[in-house]
Nanobody, 125 residues
Framework: QVQLVESGGGSVQPGGSLRLSCAAS????????MGWFRQAPGKEREGVAT????????FYSDSVKGRFTVSRDMVKNILYLQMNSLKPEDTAMYYC??????????????????WGQGTQVTVSS
């Protein structure tokens, strides 16, 4: 089993920045894929950014490409999401996710086994 705990959410004005963290514990050696999804009220959960260990690559949704950066500290077992130039449409609950399979791409929620409880990001003036 893998436990994921997110932190770093909050409220910020448009154009601001936030950094989310996801601390992983348990069988973390069996999670070659980790990433971030988000869900706004009334909308489906969508992939934001993922890290694929097999290809040493990162993947981003078109809506955040160039503004968000995902990274993974393999020693500390922490996944980060640096979010810059935030927009009101980035407002959502952000979830950390992981899986034991090599999911190289954003994928969809049913493909991921492990989820955190989420951290709220609100972008508003």
């Amino acid at each position: 089993q893998v436990q994921l705990v997110e932190s770093g959410g909050g409220s910020v004005q448009p154009g601001g920045s936030l950094r989310l963290s996801c601390a992983a514990s348990g069988a973390t050696s069996n999670t070659p894929t980790m990433g971030w999804f988000r869900q706004a009220p009334g909308k489906e959960r969508e992939g934001v950014a993922t890290v694929c260990s097999r290809l040493s690559r990162t993947f981003y949704s078109d809506s955040v490409k160039g503004r968000f950066t995902v990274s993974r500290d393999m020693v500390k077992n922490i996944l980060y999401l640096q979010m810059n130039s935030l927009k009101p449409e980035d407002t959502a609950m952000y979830y950390c996710t992981a899986d034991s399979l090599n999911l190289c791409g954003l994928g969809s929620p049913p493909e991921y086994r492990y989820w955190g409880q989420g951290t709220q990001v609100t972008v508003s003036s």
